[in-house]
């Protein structure tokens, strides 16, 4: 398919929940997420509901993979969890669930995780070996539409600086939409006290219970060796 097929068909559906989304300036989430290989980049998803921007914050990181299209390689950006399959016991191991107080365990409550030899049957996994779960799409001057394409250091240092300008100096507004790069987002930030909240009571609200069980099997470490190894050759 062409590049614009795949991104929009990775617009139409929330990487936590897995619940489908018509996308819209509504449901798209301006995030600064952290890296496989321990920097941050700044982009956007789209989600089913808020608490979806706090799982996401907890858990995903960002990871590259080359994709072939019909108008030849492409390098996207991908979200992307620790391999569960890390530990498979833990995928039977019991737990109660925040609603309705059920004892139960995530072999049972999400059968499509299913290991074999150490390896997650069924998952595309990216350039550092990572389960991909959704595209984690660029936003940048140069590219308003925040689809496909790098934007450099620099450029994400300014994008930074303009998302500081706009809104995060403010009273988190949730809800409050901004244009940034010509896109129209809600920005994590907004969220922020409402995430606080909402692991102090427990996770008890939102769609991302079984994710979070997960996704915590065997949470994402910055590859600071690969890091450290890159900045020698550098130098």
């Given at each position: ?118 390896k997650l049957i069924g998952a595309t996994l990216s350039d550092h070996g990572y389960p991909i779960i959704s595209m984690f799409f660029n936003l940048s001057e140069q590219n308003p539409t925040g689809m496909g394409q790098e934007h450099n250091a620099s450029g994400t240092h300014a ?77």
């Open positions: 398919m062409t590049p614009q097929q795949l991104e929009y068909m990775f617009s139409g559906f929330c990487a936590v929940s897995g619940s489908p989304v018509r996308p819209n300036d509504y449901n798209r989430y301006l995030l600064n997420l952290g890296t496989v290989l321990g920097g941050s980049r700044i982009g956007y998803m789209h989600y089913c509901c808020w608490p979806c921007v706090c799982d996401t914050q907890d858990f995903i990181r960002v990871d590259t993979k080359n994709v072939i299209t019909k108008e030849g390689i492409r390098q996207y950006h991908f979200a992307v969890i620790g391999n569960p399959c890390d530990h498979p016991e833990k995928l039977n191991e019991p737990f109660v669930q925040p609603f309705g107080y059920r004892e139960t365990t995530l072999s049972f409550e999400a059968r499509e995780v299913r290991c074999q030899d150490g994008l930074a600086r303009t998302v500081q300008s706009q809104s995060r100096t403010d009273v988190p507004q949730p809800g409050r939409i901004l244009q940034v790069s010509g896109v129209h987002v809600q920005d994590e930030y907004e969220w922020k006290d409402y995430c606080s909240q909402r692991a102090a009571a427990g996770f008890n609200s939102g769609m991302g219970e079984i994710f979070r069980k997960v996704a915590a099997i065997s949470p994402i470490r910055a590859q600071q060796k690969q890091v450290n190894e890159i900045s020698s050759l550098i130098r």
